[in-house]
Structure formats: structure tokens, C-alpha cells
Antibody
Framework: EVQLVESGGGLVQPGGSLRLSCAASGFTFNTYWMSWVRQAPGKGLEWVANINQDGSKKYYVDSVKGRFTISRDNAKNSLFLQMISLRAEDTAVYYC????????????????????WGQGTLVTVSS | QSALTQPASVSGSPGQSITISCTGTSSDVGGYNYVSWYQHHPGKAPKLMIYDVSKRPSGVSNRFSGSKSGNTASLTISGLQAEDEADYYCNSYTSRSTYVFGTGTEVTVL
């Protein structure tokens, strides 16, 4: 069974740091892009960042650039999100998601989708 | 990176069909066939319903279908059932190699 389990959330003061982890199982982790998506209380889903199979490509939503860093450890089937200079508006449930991309004629397509998702971990930024 | 525009709420009676729209720009929805849709019950993990505009993952009911015209994508739920009551989000790949979600639509089964 494909499974993603997030951890590392909690209460942190504004300006503080936190590192989220996502443990993957049930699939060949190093063959998939991976993403982080968040949902602030009462708000919609927001894509945060993604990383390709070997970690050589990383993309971020503008609001977290320079403050968040996505990384992965393929040997440990794990995805990470290092968050610094946290703000109140970063308060959210953070989900990790596998990001499959269609392969056509042995060429991976640029865009993908998110499936499955973990259950999420809550990050609260407050004094 | 503005969110894609979805109606805040859509409702229908059991057995009816409803359609949720998702409007973006030529830099996202209109420029790529990488539109996906997610069903989200509060407190649970979001679930993929449609990918690549109109493809349905195995295990998803064929009552769910997707399409796209220009800068607007659509999700249609036919034969509406009580279990379909949830929040639905569209998502698109963008010209900046990032992704953007829609504003979300609350589906109510009357």
C-alpha cells in the first residue's frame, strides 16, 4: 500500500524555524517527483514546493522563496521541508504528496498531478 | 500566482448533474493539459479525482468527468450522491514550472 506520513509540525513563534518530514512507503520513492501542499485554517489548498527525483530541480511558490527549502533523502525514502523566518500566515496543515508525471515516448512530461496525499501535519506560528 | 477561479458553492439534488468551473489564464489552464481535480473532506487527505484534464484514476467512479475549453476547465459530477458532498479543488501546472490551485468549491447535496 502506498503511504505517506508527515511529521514535525507544532507550535513555533514568529521568526522561528521548523523542519517537516514525510516518510514514504509502498512505492519506488526515487522515481517520483514529490510536492508539499498546505491549507491554512478556513482557506483553500496552496501548492508550496516540489522536487524532482534526484533533487536537482526544486520549485517554490513565491510567498516561501528564500524561507523554505525542500529536500529529499532517497536512501531513507523521505521528503523534507525546512522552514525558517516563519510568519503567522504560514500557519496551516502541511501535506506531502507524490507527484506522478506522464511519460510519453520515454520523455517525462512537464506537469503532473498529486496522488496520494498524506494525512498532514499542523504548523502553528504564534506568539 | 493568483489562484484559479472556482464558484464558492454548487448544489444539486441526488441523481442530478452538476458542473464546477475552473478559470485561469493562458499561462496555466489554457497553456497546458495538466489540469487535475481533488475531492477534500475536511480532516481527511485530499483525493485525486481527475488528472491530465479528463483522465480518471482507477477506483474513481465514472460519474466524475473532466474537460477543458480555452482557459476554463470543468468537473462534472453526474448522478449526484450524498457521499459526493465535499470541497473540490482544481489544479494546474503553470508556465513558471509551478502549480496553482483553484479557490475551491463546496458541493452540497440537497
Amino acid at each position: 500500500e502506498v503511504q505517506l506520513v508527515e511529521s514535525g509540525g507544532g507550535l513555533v513563534q514568529p521568526g522561528g524555524s521548523l523542519r517537516l518530514s514525510c516518510a514514504a512507503s509502498g512505492f519506488t520513492f526515487n522515481t517520483y517527483w514529490m510536492s508539499w501542499v498546505r491549507q491554512a485554517p478556513g482557506k483553500g489548498l496552496e501548492w508550496v514546493a516540489n522536487i524532482n527525483q534526484d533533487g536537482s530541480k526544486k520549485y517554490y511558490v513565491d510567498s516561501v522563496k528564500g524561507r523554505f527549502t525542500i529536500s529529499r533523502d532517497n536512501a531513507k525514502n523521505s521528503l523534507f521541508l525546512q522552514m525558517i523566518s516563519l510568519r503567522a500566515e504560514d500557519t496551516a496543515v502541511y501535506y506531502c504528496a507524490r507527484e506522478p508525471h506522464l511519460v510519453v515516448a520515454a520523455t517525462e512530461q512537464g506537469g503532473g498531478w498529486f496522488d496520494p496525499w498524506g494525512q498532514g501535519t499542523l504548523v502553528t506560528v504564534s506568539s | 500566482q493568483s489562484a484559479l477561479t472556482q464558484p464558492a458553492s454548487v448544489s444539486g439534488s441526488p441523481g442530478q448533474s452538476i458542473t464546477i468551473s475552473c478559470t485561469g489564464t493562458s499561462s496555466d489552464v489554457g497553456g497546458y493539459n495538466y489540469v487535475s481535480w481533488y475531492q477534500h473532506h475536511p480532516g481527511k487527505a485530499p483525493k485525486l479525482m481527475i488528472y491530465d484534464v479528463s483522465k480518471r484514476p482507477s477506483g474513481v467512479s465514472n460519474r466524475f468527468s473532466g474537460s477543458k475549453s480555452g482557459n476554463t476547465a470543468s468537473l462534472t459530477i453526474s448522478g449526484l450522491q450524498a457521499e459526493d458532498e465535499a470541497d473540490y479543488y482544481c489544479n494546474s501546472y503553470t508556465s513558471r514550472s509551478t502549480y496553482v490551485f483553484g479557490t475551491g468549491t463546496e458541493v452540497t447535496v440537497l
